[in-house]
């Protein structure tokens, strides 16, 4: 499968192509799937940092569509990765359900990136969705001793939406404020405002959610709260 004109900007930008295989894949809940992959060569040649990511091409109608995802767990010396997909109405989802070993996908290594912040924080406030999660966890094993507060946006109502859902926190340094999705993201941004009124110098605020929403935030923590930018990192993780 070629990789239309998206694959022709990411080669001129020095994007590096793979293929994945597919090793096995679970359920972690019936919205939420894990695939496992060896890695055609990735980690040996590009390495691995906190909440790397590629872009990963599927096919639709005969047009290639390329989405981003977060690899989990990666073992540079095994050459292997997980993907998650929160599951949804999608080409990508539709490829996460049925994916089988031997099943084989293309992906291109550009734009991944992290630069911690320094000094380290004394205190992480983040905002995340499920389709942030993988990101979010590679986030939370960086600074394993770091506390944090974390507002993460559901599809529904709290509890049963984050039940099975494998979020790597500590309850005795992690603090998680559930919110629903509604008024696409308006619920989620008022939240984390009203809770956040003042930003702390030695603090790191992490944003990744739909794209309207993140840079709603990251405008208003930089614009309002006064953080400085090298202590922000927003990413929109998908479109409304």
Same mark, same amino acid.
């Given at each position: 499968?070629?990789? %239309?004109?998206?694959?022709?900007?990411?080669?001129?930008?020095?994007?590096? !192509?793979?293929?994945? $295989?597919? #090793?096995?894949?679970?359920?972690? $809940?019936?919205?939420?799937?894990?695939?496992?992959?060896?890695?055609? %060569? &990735? /980690?040996? +040649?590009?390495?691995?940092?906190?909440?790397?990511?590629?872009?990963?091409?599927?096919?639709?109608?005969?047009?290639?569509? +390329?989405?981003?995802?977060?690899?989990? !767990?990666?073992?540079?010396?095994?050459?292997?990765?997980? &993907?998650?997909?929160?599951?949804?109405?999608?080409?990508?989802?539709? *490829? =996460?359900? $049925?994916? =089988?070993?031997?099943?084989?996908?293309?992906?291109?290594? +550009?734009?991944?990136?992290?630069?911690? @912040?320094?000094?380290?924080?004394?205190? &992480?406030?983040?905002?995340? !969705? @499920?389709?942030?999660?993988?990101?979010?966890?590679?986030?939370?094993?960086?600074?394993?001793?770091?506390?944090?507060?974390? *507002?993460?946006? #559901?599809? !529904?109502?709290?509890?049963?939406?984050?039940?099975?859902?494998? /979020?790597?926190?500590?309850?005795?340094?992690?603090?998680?404020?559930?919110?629903?999705?509604?008024?696409?993201? =308006?619920?989620?941004?008022?939240?984390?405002?009203?809770?956040?009124?003042?930003?702390?110098?030695?603090?790191? &605020? *992490?944003?990744?959610?739909?794209?309207? #929403? #993140?840079? $709603?935030?990251?405008?208003?923590?930089?614009?309002?709260? %006064? =953080?400085?930018?090298?202590?922000?990192?927003?990413?929109?993780?998908?479109?409304?």
């Amino acid at each position: 499968m070629g990789h %239309g004109w998206e694959g022709v900007v990411l080669k001129l930008l020095r994007g590096k !192509d793979f293929t994945f $295989t597919v #090793t096995g894949s679970e359920e972690v $809940t019936p919205e939420y799937r894990r695939v496992h992959f060896t890695d055609g %060569g &990735l /980690l040996a +040649q590009s390495g691995v940092h906190p909440t790397m990511w590629v872009r990963v091409w599927f096919e639709r109608d005969g047009k290639p569509h +390329q989405r981003a995802y977060t690899l989990v !767990d990666p073992d540079p010396e095994k050459g292997t990765f997980s &993907l998650e997909f929160a599951l949804h109405e999608g080409t990508a989802s539709d *490829w =996460a359900r $049925t994916a =089988a070993p031997g099943d084989t996908v293309d992906a291109t290594v +550009q734009g991944t990136g992290f630069t911690a @912040p320094d000094p380290a924080p004394a205190h &992480l406030y983040a905002v995340a !969705d @499920p389709a942030s999660l993988p990101a979010l966890n590679s986030l939370l094993d960086t600074f394993p001793t770091t506390p944090a507060t974390i *507002w993460f946006e #559901t599809p !529904d109502e709290a509890g049963p939406a984050t039940k099975g859902l494998p /979020l790597r926190t500590d309850p005795d340094r992690h603090t998680v404020h559930t919110v629903p999705r509604e008024r696409a993201g =308006a619920r989620l941004t008022e939240t984390v405002r009203t809770a956040l009124p003042a930003f702390p110098t030695d603090a790191y &605020l *992490w944003i990744a959610a739909d794209t309207r #929403t #993140t840079r $709603t935030l990251a405008s208003w923590a930089r614009k309002e709260l %006064g =953080a400085a930018k090298e202590r922000v990192s927003a990413l929109g993780y998908w479109r409304p």
